[in-house]
């Protein structure tokens, strides 16, 4: 007879479900040019990264090696990317965030949705806009005042995204990267 802790334990661990995001961070020097402004006006910039979202934070059951797999089957025919970052916008006044905007990419738009087919996640939004958050929590009447301070910050900007990242909250709402996937599909999606 199984005792009873073990009983507990295979219990609770057929109803964990852990909680995973899929991003693109940013390299070093961006993330380096970009923490000063998320440092003073986004309240959870030292939970994770500065980083581009392909896949918002969804809750799962799947183990990791077979959620592990299925973002690899995706991504390992994926070239890298060329990310070009290029103005300043917001989400007012639905959401209280001012982003760094990614220059329209087909490719990083065809991985967003291809993601989410095969984690068998429905779609957040079909139309993606894929961006760098720099500020959020901002009242209505600050917007402008804040972007102002922001856009002379941020020039244009692009880097090759050679990664993609799957994530994971930590106790305290912390993100960190389980595990890494390269893109190292055949050709490459544009030049420098």
Known sequence: MTPYSD???H???????DRYAVVVFLPRHLDEMIVPLREKYDPIYNLVASHITL???FESTMPLDELTGTIK????????LLIELNSIGDFYPRFPVIYWH????????RLYFSLYSRLGLPI???HYLPHVTVAREISNHR???VKEKIVSYLPSEKFFAQTVDLITSLSGNRWVSVRTFPLNGLERSSTL
């Open 55 to 57: 896949v918002f934070p």
């Open 7 to 9: 009983y507990l334990l």
């Open 143 to 145: 917007v402008m005042l």
């Open 73 to 80: 089957a995706e991504t390992e025919k994926q070239p890298s």
């Open 102 to 109: 990614v220059k329209e990419n087909a490719h990083l738009t």
């Open 124 to 126: 957040p939004h079909k």
């Open 11 to 17: 219990d609770f661990e057929e109803r964990r479900q």
